[in-house]
């Protein structure tokens, strides 16, 4: 890792400054800058690459979405289709091609594109409930309420699908067909104060008017601080002839659990491959990437669940860790790698780098010195020693150390330029 150079390395370095470049257009929202420079790595199978490809897909649906939203929806539409090709699996463009289609009044493409994202499985839950407003602001109600059937049909579970068509049926004044609706989705989603408060405001239009109040009653123990549902329910007591006080005591509902599935497979590929998290850690920082890093903990804390005794994914996990700003964690886990191997040289490297950072100098010369003896005799391992001897005033030994550094790469420029400033004292 440290002194040597892999084959190949100087197109990788090429990529990568590609990807820099385009990432810093990407970054600063330069969008068809980033297209044009992320596109000279479209081809390329290296990290950068493949990573390039990734926020390339990212650059044409953002572009895309601004075209959209400045009304040039065919143009809108070609940045999202190259978006899809690049990135098949990008979620969200069905939702915008949708949209395209919609602003251009195509509501059979609109429909057609909706289906194509339902059968292949990448579809967005919100695209049929957008379709179905977008029906219903052209006029046409019986494809809006048709469209939410179908997709009802598909997915008979889902409350959000009966709401919408409820308060599409409340809309067009189908107030008995709306309760029927609502109805159902309450009973799927029994915890959803919206749903309470139209059925509510449905049962009141008939002249329901317990009915109405037990829902809005209801809606308004869900949302106690909601001024709005509140207000109904109060108008309601009085429509009942009723007296009551209006409840601050939330109903409990449990949150769904996350599904874990993506995460759990990287983390299985972390164990097979631990470096898999190296080629990451080589790439240029930016901002943008501190979101994979991110991940990358998470996923390395879960492949520690279930083998805590591996040194390597320690070692790893310290290294995105301080990647990630989190110096005390990268400490802590890179005295784990070196508790379980104390010989392991990169790790003890990298505990070495974390001590003189935060200035734990003479914990930080004793690692290094264990690594130089463990085989770590790379020149910048003895640069960081040689700074941290002259940080204590003891010359000899870091005019020592700078040498030896120099001795393994004579164009070690700070190395010696370090080396002349203590001589020179």
Known sequence: MFGKRKPGSSSLANAARVYQEGLAAYETGQYRDAIAKLSALAEDRSLPGTLARFYLSQAHLHQGISELNGGNYAVAARHFSESRRINPDSAGLSNYLTACHVGQGRFDLAAAEIERARVSGDADQALPIRLAYAFLRDGQYDRAADTLMDAIAVAPRRADLRFQIGVIQCTAGDYEAAIESLESAARLAPFDPAIHQHLGLAFGAIHRARDAVRHLRSAQRLAP????????????????????????????????????????????????????????????????????????????????????????????????????????????????????????????????????????????????????????????????????????????????????ALELNAKYERAREALNDVMAV
Do not use: W
């Open 225 to 404: 601080h909601d001024a709005h549902t509140s207000l109904l329910l109060a108008m309601a007591l009085d429509a009942a002839g009723q007296s009551g006080t209006v409840s601050a005591e939330p109903l409990v509902a449990r949150p769904p659990v996350e599904q874990q599935a993506d995460l759990e497979t990287l983390a299985r590929v972390i164990v097979q491959d631990p470096d898999f998290v190296e080629a990451f850690l080589s790439l240029p920082e930016s901002q943008v990437d501190r979101d994979i890093f991110a991940m990358l903990a998470g996923t390395l804390e879960r492949a520690l669940e279930r083998n805590p005794d591996y040194a390597d994914l320690h070692y790893h996990c310290s290294r995105v860790y301080h990647r990630l700003g989190r110096t005390d964690a990268a400490i802590d886990k890179a005295r784990e790698a070196v508790r379980i191997n104390p010989r392991y040289v990169q790790a003890l490297i990298q505990l070495g780098r974390l001590y003189a950072q935060t200035d734990l100098d003479a914990e930080a010369i004793d690692r290094l010195r264990m690594a130089i003896d463990g085989g770590g005799d790379y020149p910048d391992v003895h640069y960081l020693l040689g700074e941290l001897h002259r940080k204590g005033g003891r010359r000899e030994q870091a005019c020592r150390s700078f040498r030896r």
